[in-house]
């Protein structure tokens, strides 16, 4: 790929061509670059959020058919994370879904994919916000009625993340590394004892308890599952940050899916065996209230809250790291407002951090006006299935071309396993957008066309101040 820069003379205007190196990390300060441990513990953290410990309640009015939708999205999960691990092989970029789509089809295709994705970590922190807000008031004992002490404490969990980011890459990935550890102690703890006790007493709840049709209760419970898995692609769309990322990024991405996968399932299992569902659908807190009903003391409940608190600030602290790598990536190659690429003398892109903090503000507080607590998580968990779907399918269509590129095609046997996975992984996106529900559809479609609005207006001020920057595919052999 080329890029092409129009400046202005006098008597009109010219083109200069100059070649760009893809592979090339974002321009960075810092020389604390991520190995395989900070990276997998990126997706981890990324992935694992407050959304697994208040899904099960969301999922509760469809009984253990929802089961089903957790494996058919966790088999969809890996897909995608081993298509970006692929991806990150032979295109190893900084911006992840975007750098993909960009590098593959263009300017137009990459604002699409970035935009989406940038709308995806937003929507995502302030989805996993609300889920925070649950287990805090669980840890202090505190009513989830309270809309102004509500507020307050997802400002706090949407703000200190970004203090922190600002503080230095170095600072997130200790971080990272130590919350990871804390939040799969109670996921650990349910998969196994948790499980052990669930299978002891099988209370398990019916299998399809709404009467609709199987695949399409399937379709709905694998929309809101999708949230809980938002995060396959961290290490790829932070490939800049990482230490050889060709080696690095897809280890660290296949560990990661994996580990959260195995958990996720048997976590949510468990909960399903100890918790009745009537009363999981009126909690938003189901860990608490299942380790209170194991032990019989309130106190447990608390402290299973305790890790997922500590959890929910991991996650959103990866997030918003990711949150403003995107964008960043997008602006150094011209498709996104200049603004993104400024950085403070610690390395943090500041423009897309309060940006991104502030629409999730925003998003946070329309929620908490308007439905409230558990409808207004699932609403955003859904919005976030769409956004994170759009560009893992344009990932899809990228990975797709390049692998039939003449010239460009591994050996028949490495053809046939990425094709395969790649094929899945852009059904898997297909299914999960039209799966959403209308009204997700229609918020994240009015949320695209703002930012095609930010296009188009920063395209024409580039182009009359003479800086436009447009990609141009070299053509295929």
Not at 111 to 127: C, E, H, I, M, Q
Not at 128 to 147: P, R, T
Request: overall charge positive; glycine content about 10%.
């Amino acid at each position: 790929m080329v890029i092409t820069v129009a400046r202005p003379h006098s008597e009109g205007s010219t083109t200069v061509e100059a070649p760009r190196d893809p592979t090339a990390p974002v321009p960075s300060h810092t020389t604390h670059l991520l190995k395989v441990p900070g990276a997998t513990a990126l997706i981890i953290g990324g992935v694992i959020g407050t959304g697994v410990f208040t899904l099960p309640s969301s999922l509760a009015p469809y009984g253990m058919l929802a089961i089903v939708g957790l494996l058919v999205v966790t088999v969809g999960a890996i897909a995608v994370g081993l298509m970006f691990a692929s991806l990150s092989r032979r295109i190893p970029r900084a911006g992840g879904p975007y750098a993909y789509a960009h590098e593959e089809f263009g300017d137009v295709t990459g604002f699409t994919a970035a935009w989406s994705y940038w709308l995806t970590t937003a929507v995502g922190n302030a989805g996993i916000v609300v889920s925070w807000v649950f287990y805090v008031n669980a840890m202090f004992g505190w009513s989830s009625d309270n809309l102004t002490r509500n507020l307050v404490i997802a400002m706090f969990g949407l703000w200190i993340p970004v203090g922190i980011n600002f503080i230095g890459l170095n600072q997130v990935r200790r971080f990272q590394v130590i919350t990871v550890f804390v939040k799969v102690v109670p996921l650990v703890f349910v998969a196994t004892i948790g499980m052990w006790f669930a299978i002891s007493r099988w209370e398990f709840p019916e299998w399809n308890p709404t009467g609709g049709l199987p695949w399409a209760v399937i379709t709905t419970t694998g929309a809101l599952v999708l949230f809980i898995y938002l995060g396959v692609e961290d290490a790829s769309s932070a490939a800049g940050r990482v230490e050889n990322p060709a080696r690095n990024v897809p280890r660290a991405t296949i560990i990661g899916t994996l580990a959260c996968a195995a958990l996720y399932v048997l976590s949510t299992v468990a909960i399903f065996g100890l918790v009745p569902a009537s009363e999981l659908s009126n909690t938003g807190a189901p860990f608490s209230v299942a380790m209170a009903d194991l032990t019989g003391a309130s106190w447990s409940g608390q402290a299973i809250a305790f890790f997922a608190v500590v959890s929910g600030i991991g996650a959103l602290n990866g997030l918003t790291l990711l949150v403003a790598e995107v964008p960043r990536a997008a602006a150094a190659d011209g498709i996104f407002p200049r603004a993104f690429t400024r950085l403070t003398s610690r390395d943090a892109p500041w423009v897309g951090l309060l940006l991104s903090a502030a629409l999730a503000t925003i998003l946070v507080v329309v929620s908490n006006i308007g439905e409230g607590g558990l409808s207004a998580f699932n609403t955003l968990i859904l919005m976030t299935g769409i956004t994170s779907a759009l560009p893992y399918f344009l990932s899809a269509l990228a990975s797709g071309r390049l692998l039939l590129t003449p010239g460009k095609r591994p050996h028949p046997g490495a053809l046939a396993r990425d094709l395969t996975i790649t094929v899945l992984a852009a059904a898997f996106s297909v299914w999960c957008i039209f799966g959403s529900g209308l009204t997700p559809i229609r918020l994240t479609a009015a949320l695209m066309v703002v930012g095609y609005v930010v296009f188009a207006l920063d395209r024409n001020r580039r182009r009359r101040s003479g800086t436009l920057v447009v990609a141009k595919q070299a053509p295929s052999a």
